[in-house]
């Protein structure tokens, strides 16, 4: 941040990582005065997996950056281990590309700021959002504390919040995260790897704790191709089920299990956690003239825990909105004329049949038991698993109308039929 900061813009951005960066630049190229902003300086890093699903490169190529994404490491698919089987599972493809990638986080954040920069956006640095001003229910500025402590204000005629999970302006907002149904506990690290050039991510979905007991979620590896990997654990738990797990702990357990086979050198350096809200379990997404989006709107996958595609996605979608008019008051049609109808009903339509089917499975995972006697089960079957992939990893698209495509959406849509509390929405009266 410099002395001179923006006073005011059409558009503020608040958060500039995936979903807000995505956010910034397509508003920005769309004609939209926008200002970006972030607490952080960047490159700054953010605990993640650093995978890169095909929904993720598809997001990523049509925001311009696939040429830059080709100088990473891309992966063919899913090499799923565990209860005494490992299967190979190439990307699906379908409608989108057959292929993933792993990207620090650090990298990652910083390029696409840099594109939305590029774009036009004006970026803001070391600037803690913390408060708003309201004109009624309209938001009209946000307060920032700058590095320096002291406090200044940007006016906005529309607000976009991408603060990340705990999305503290979001509860200024009135943001609420239902922990009635799955939620994701999860940490990554970076280790030394003699393979970090595997052309595969790892999943072990057989995930023991210290005493051997086995836990509701998952361990993986993903190489990164500079020498490193990325590993990490995550685990569901529930309000009732809550997860008892150490995560700083079982990250060592599990980089020792895997130490032999991926030939890993020294011990996990830049530990860090993560309690994420998934499957759209947020009410408060929006008002009039702001939105909140990607993580901060609960927009994380309840099956594998993936986030930066629904960054991307959301952040495309919001600007979408605002190109036709939503949070100006002045919007007509599909866009209307506030947001606070317009974008939770956007969420709907995208994300709310397979995020109420998901996370309704993902609930019934930690139930104790199930995972033991079902395991197994999915395990021994090289076609399963290719359906497993498919549908946790959410990708499936509202073009394909192959069989499995169509099961999931329906079993999405009946799914909602007995959701108590919709996706991104209040409880069912």
């Known amino acids: 941040m410099t002395d001179q900061h923006p006073t005011s813009t059409d558009l503020l951005v608040i958060g500039a990582g995936p979903a807000g960066s995505a956010a910034a630049a397509w508003s920005a190229r769309a004609g939209l005065n926008v200002v970006l902003a972030d607490k952080e300086t960047f490159p700054r890093d953010k605990a993640c997996g650093d995978g890169l699903t095909p929904r993720a490169i598809a997001e990523l190529d049509r925001l311009g950056l696939g040429g830059w994404?080709?100088?990473?490491?891309?992966?063919?698919?899913?090499?799923?281990?565990?209860?005494?089987?490992?299967?190979?599972?190439?990307?699906?493809?379908?409608?989108?590309?057959?292929?993933?990638?792993?990207?620090?986080?650090?990298?990652?954040?910083?390029?696409?700021?840099?594109?939305?920069?590029?774009?036009?956006?004006?970026?803001?640095?070391?600037?803690?959002?913390?408060?708003?001003?309201?004109?009624?229910?309209?938001?009209?500025?946000?307060?920032?504390?700058?590095?320096?402590?002291?406090?200044?204000?940007?006016?906005?005629?529309?607000?976009?919040?991408a603060d990340g999970y705990r999305s503290q302006l979001g509860r200024v907002l009135g943001r609420e995260w239902h922990q009635n149904t799955a939620f994701g506990v999860a940490a990554r690290a970076y280790v030394k790897s003699g393979?970090?050039?595997?052309?595969?991510?790892?999943?072990?979905?057989?995930?023991?704790?210290?005493?051997?007991?086995?836990?509701?979620?998952?361990?993986?590896?993903?190489?990164?191709?500079?020498?490193?990997?990325?590993?990490?654990?995550?685990?569901?738990?529930?309000?009732?089920?809550?997860s008892e797990v150490h995560l700083k702990d079982l990250i060592n357990v599990y980089a020792g299990l895997r130490r032999d086979d991926w030939q890993l050198e020294g011990d996990p350096r830049a530990v860090r956690s993560a309690m994420l809200p998934m499957g759209g379990a947020v009410s408060g997404v929006a008002g009039p003239n702001w939105a909140l989006i990607g993580d901060a709107a609960g927009c994380i996958n309840p099956l594998n825990g993936e986030g930066i595609d629904y960054g991307l996605e959301?952040?495309?979608?919001?600007?979408?909105?605002?190109?036709?008019?939503?949070?100006?008051?002045?919007?007509?049609?599909?866009?209307?004329?506030?947001?606070?109808?317009?974008?939770?009903?956007?969420?709907?339509?995208?994300?709310?049949?397979?995020?109420?089917?998901?996370?309704?499975?993902?609930?019934?995972?930690?139930?104790?038991?199930?995972?033991k006697y079902a395991g197994p089960v999915g395990m021994r079957s090289n076609f399963l698993m290719t359906i497993a992939l498919r549908v946790m990893g959410n990708l499936v698209l509202e073009e394909d109308k192959d069989y499995v495509a169509r099961l999931w959406r329906g079993a999405g849509a009946v799914s909602r039929r007995f959701d108590e509390r919709v996706p991104f929405g209040e409880l069912k009266s």
């Open 69 to 161: 994404l080709a100088d990473y490491p891309t992966n063919r698919g899913l090499r799923a281990c565990g209860f005494g089987q490992e299967l190979q599972l190439p990307w699906p493809g379908g409608s989108l590309p057959a292929r993933g990638s792993a990207v620090p986080r650090t990298t990652l954040d910083h390029r696409i700021r840099e594109e939305a920069l590029a774009s036009g956006a004006r970026g803001l640095e070391n600037a803690r959002a913390v408060d708003v001003l309201r004109d009624g229910d309209r938001v009209i500025g946000v307060v920032f504390a700058g590095k320096d402590k002291q406090t200044f204000t940007v006016g906005c005629r529309r607000l976009v919040v």
């Open 195 to 242: 393979r970090s050039d595997d052309e595969w991510i790892t999943s072990h979905l057989e995930l023991r704790g210290a005493q051997n007991e086995l836990l509701p979620g998952y361990g993986w590896v993903f190489p990164l191709g500079d020498g490193e990997v990325n590993i990490g654990v995550g685990a569901l738990a529930t309000e009732k089920r809550p």
């Open 314 to 371: 959301t952040g495309r979608l919001v600007a979408e909105l605002f190109a036709a008019g939503a949070g100006t008051g002045r919007g007509t049609g599909r866009s209307y004329a506030d947001l606070n109808r317009a974008w939770p009903a956007t969420l709907r339509e995208h994300y709310g049949s397979a995020f109420s089917i998901a996370r309704r499975a993902a609930t019934l995972l930690t139930v104790p038991g199930l995972l």
